[in-house]
């Protein structure tokens, strides 16, 4: 399989593709994050076929490690094998391109951004790269809360929705003792300093509403 193949994939193989690297569960995760992708991707006028290969393959290495890199010969950097050590649970997202390379020369920059940021965020994340990281915290599958009230914000602004998606990861991480990753800290200050009044005004009433219904 190369990159044409990648690109081509489309709702009839690419569970076909998934099962080569994915459990079940994860499957439905992912073509979930890839509908709620597109879907976004189409309101706010965003390339929806490159957001909806974005969710297809945004956990591509989520049930990898440096072992298995090193057990199909894929050079793995230094630095990666440090993420693995300090933050496990988001070096799928880093390894994915490294991955996507070797194994099928994958290239698209667009699409290999949103994957390398959905886990952390990042400081200055494109459109799509917003998308990707809002789909996969509400995707209809995930069984928070406030999942539907994200959902709902990430149409009305996805500036807004992504400081929300930041600002639920530090706090999850924080009750959890894991350590935050530095660029979800980033994406937090930098998308709280994008809201307007109004967003402001919007969020605070949100956040009292989940607080009553706690
Ligand atoms: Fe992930
Ligand atoms: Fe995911």
Redesign the pocket.
């Known amino acids: 399989m190369d990159e044409k193949a990648i690109l081509s994939l489309d709702s009839k193989t690419a569970p076909v593709f998934l099962a080569a690297y994915l459990t079940p569960g994860?499957i439905q995760?992912?073509l979930q994050?890839a509908e709620m992708a597109n879907v976004l991707a189409l309101h706010w006028q965003i390339d929806s076929r490159k957001a909806w290969l974005a969710g297809i393959l945004?956990?591509i290495c989520?049930s990898m490690s440096p072992e298995t890199f090193k057990t199909q010969g894929i050079p793995l950097s230094n630095p990666l094998k440090r993420l693995f050590r300090h933050y496990p649970k988001v070096w799928h997202a880093f390894a994915a391109l490294p991955y996507l390379d070797h194994c099928f020369h994958f290239q698209d920059r667009d699409i290999l951004n949103a994957i390398q940021w959905?886990?952390t965020g990042k400081r200055d994340l494109s459109p799509l790269d917003q998308i990707v990281f809002i789909a996969?915290y509400i995707?209809p599958g995930r069984p928070f809360r406030h999942r539907a009230w994200i959902e709902t914000l990430a149409y009305q602004s996805l500036e807004a929705a992504t400081y929300v998606v930041s600002n639920f990861s530090c706090i999850h991480l924080l009750i959890r003792h894991e350590q935050i990753h530095p660029a979800t800290l980033r994406c937090r200050s930098f998308f709280q300093k994008k809201l307007t009044l109004d967003l402001q005004k919007t969020l605070s009433k949100g956040f009292d509403a989940l607080h009553e219904a706690l």
Do not use: A, I, Q
Request: charged fraction near 45%; charge should be negative; hydrophobic fraction near 20%.
């Open positions: 994860r995760h992912v994050v945004h956990d989520k959905h886990t996969d995707e």
